[in-house]
């Protein structure tokens, strides 16, 4: 059974940092591996989407990696800002439709 | 383009009660799943739907089903209603791939009391 465990569970930063969200998964056997910003109360918005077969992905700010072999990802977020504020959550996907999610990040990010 | 969207935002019920809660996928999506999220579990998945058959189920009881019109147009439906279903309710599409980005609803959050 696919489990996915997401570190730290809070994450508290001033405007400016670089900051780094794990992510782990313990059967590497995925099709893909998509991190995901959750503002509250609000659904889920996508940020990125690793291939299994890719290493790497960015889109502005952000850049997540891929490890499968040792079951890591990493989402990179540079100069952080306060609006940046939110939960983010890893999820891969293993058969058809079906993603697994971690507990998520929550990231607060102070002025 | 339209994004996925759930109706009822908001449900109120009681124990024993049932509902029924629609999502509407981005058109063109043929896959339609639904995920449960509460603060102690976190996000887990109910069902998925492709072409009107249901192709994967989680780990829930048989209160919780689901059905997909030709449409794409999904529904869920939670019967004889217990207070550990109160929940955010999300729904995502995604295309015909297993490997495309799922798209998520706003979801639909359900008090049970």
Redesign the interface.
């Known amino acids: 059974k696919q489990e996915v465990t997401q570190i730290p569970a809070a994450l508290s930063v001033p405007e400016g940092e670089n900051l780094v969200l794990n992510c782990s998964f313990t059967d590497s056997a995925i099709?893909?591996l998509?991190w995901?910003r959750q503002d509250p109360?609000?659904?889920?918005?996508?940020l990125l989407?690793i291939?299994s077969s890719q290493r790497e992905q960015t889109s502005g700010r952000l850049n997540a990696s891929l490890d499968k072999s040792s079951g890591r990802s990493t989402l990179y977020i540079a100069a952080s800002q306060p609006g940046d504020s939110a939960t983010y959550?890893c999820?891969v996907?293993s058969?058809?439709?079906?993603?697994?999610?971690?507990?998520?990040t929550m990231l607060l990010v102070s002025p | 383009k339209a994004g996925v969207t759930q109706t009822p935002r908001y449900l109120i019920k009681t124990r024993g009660q049932q509902v029924t809660l629609s999502c509407s996928p981005i058109s063109g999506h043929r896959s339609v799943s639904w995920y449960q999220q509460t603060p102690g579990q976190g996000l887990q998945f109910l069902f998925e739907y492709f072409s009107e058959t249901q192709r994967n189920k989680g780990n829930f009881p048989g209160r919780f089903s689901g059905r997909q019109f030709s449409n794409s147009r999904s529904e869920m439906n939670v019967s004889t209603l217990e207070l550990g279903d109160s929940a955010l309710y999300l729904c995502a599409s995604t295309t015909l791939g297993p490997r495309d980005t799922q798209y998520f609803g706003p979801g639909t959050r359900l008090t049970v009391l």
């Open positions: 099709y893909n998509q995901f109360g609000k659904g889920l918005t996508s989407l291939q959550l999820a996907l058969g058809y439709s079906t993603l697994t999610f971690g507990k998520g």
